[in-house]
């Protein structure tokens, strides 16, 4: 099997591209059980994802949660699944169509804009091997996760660059480390709430809920934590809410190890018996409405608060296609772009000129 993949045919002529790749966690072909086992052991056999030693953790996975989950989570999926397919895969492939036409209308047309799922299709490795068909030689690469944390950012990015070791031409490659604190970002977030208080009125209560991780990660040094408090209190400054207006939650929390708190759940049954009648829950932490929006947020929080007593819970949906959060999405690319969008004009020239001298010579 030979070490690198085959290259484009080299011409003279060709003027070299500019690609931005999206990418999100994953989401499996169908919510089916039968699609649900390979999903979840790639997923749950990444190292970042699953820091337990593999001796421990071969047995429980592959002996009993992919016996038993798959089907489980395959009601899940079915409950949020739509005609087009998974919210996470419809959302993130129309965001990358939409990004593609707002960097046109900033003067960037012919940019190369494509998405890709860390777990699951389109693959990582096969959307960049499409890129680089397309004659892409310079990559700006966006986790579209607001806050790092290795455990999604950080195993993203190592997706890229295992693939990238297989391409014999490699691409200049910028990345996206982050956008916790972003304006453009916080901004779409906070027009996303307030047209819900428009339509709907303000609860008393405003929760956000981040995806959780084990509480371990924040003292090895992972800066995910810090980076969703911040989130939530520019959010909150933004939209002039007061101190106790407002709560950031985690949730998602599997097997037995603490997580970072306070969890989600337990802070919707404890608002609900604490007498606050209503709350808005909205997920920063989330651009795209997915499973853990949709069915654990959206249906099992719901469920959890009222029956502890809570009369009105109202989900706010993801960033998804917002003008706003294209906008800063765009923007943050453009800023990621720098000098390449500079640069890339005296570049095609370049070649067009060495084009010339060499059908001169001929």
């Known amino acids: 099997m030979p070490d690198f993949l085959p290259e484009p045919e ?47 953790w071969w047995p429980i996975l592959n002996g009993v949660i992919l016996t038993l989950r798959p089907k489980k989570s395959a009601a899940k999926y079915a409950s949020v699944w739509t005609a087009e397919g998974s919210p996470l895969f419809v959302h993130t492939q129309r965001q990358a169509k939409l990004l593609k036409g707002w960097l046109g209308e900033q003067g960037l047309p012919g940019m190369v804009v494509d998405f890709a799922m ?7 490795a096969d959307t960049l091997a499409r890129m680089r068909a397309q004659g892409v030689e310079r990559l700006v690469v966006i986790p579209l996760y607001p806050q790092y944390a290795a455990s999604s950012s950080g195993t993203a990015l190592d997706a890229v660059f295992r693939a990238l070791m297989k391409q014999r031409n490699m691409p200049e490659v910028r990345t996206v480390r982050h956008f916790h604190d972003d304006a453009g970002y916080i901004g779409a977030l906070a027009e996303r709430i307030r047209a819900h208080w428009a339509t709907h009125g303000r609860a008393q209560k405003l929760v956000l809920s981040f995806h959780g991780v084990p509480r371990r990660t924040l003292d090895l040094g992972d800066p995910y934590h810090c980076e969703c408090l911040k989130t939530g209190r520019l959010l909150a400054q933004t939209l002039d809410l007061a101190k106790d207006d407002y709560i950031v939650t985690f949730q998602s929390r599997f097997g037995r190890a603490e997580w970072l708190q306070p969890y989600t759940e337990p802070t919707l049954e404890k608002l609900a018996r ?54 800063a999405l765009g923007r ?18 370049n070649r067009l000129e060495i084009a010339k001298s060499a059908g001169a010579t001929q």
Not at 22 to 38: D, V
Not at 118 to 124: E, F, I
Not at 332 to 349: H, R, S
């Open 274 to 327: 604490e007498g606050v009648s209503s709350v808005d829950i909205a997920c920063p932490g989330f651009v795209a409405d997915c499973l853990e929006t949709l069915e654990e947020i959206a249906m099992e929080g719901k469920q959890a608060y009222m029956a502890a007593g809570g009369r009105d819970y109202r989900y706010i949906e993801c960033l998804n296609e917002s003008s706003d959060w294209i906008a």
């Open 10 to 56: 080299f011409r003279h002529d060709y003027t070299p591209k500019t690609g931005v790749l999206l990418i999100n966690l994953g989401t499996p072909e169908a919510p089916t059980a039968k699609a649900l086992r390979p999903y979840l052991k790639e997923f749950l056999s990444d190292r970042r994802v699953v820091e337990i030693p593999r001796l421990v």
């Open 118 to 124: 860390r777990y699951g299709n389109p693959s990582v």
């Open 332 to 349: 943050i690319t453009v800023a990621t772009l720098g000098d390449w969008t500079q640069n890339a004009k005296v570049k095609a020239d």
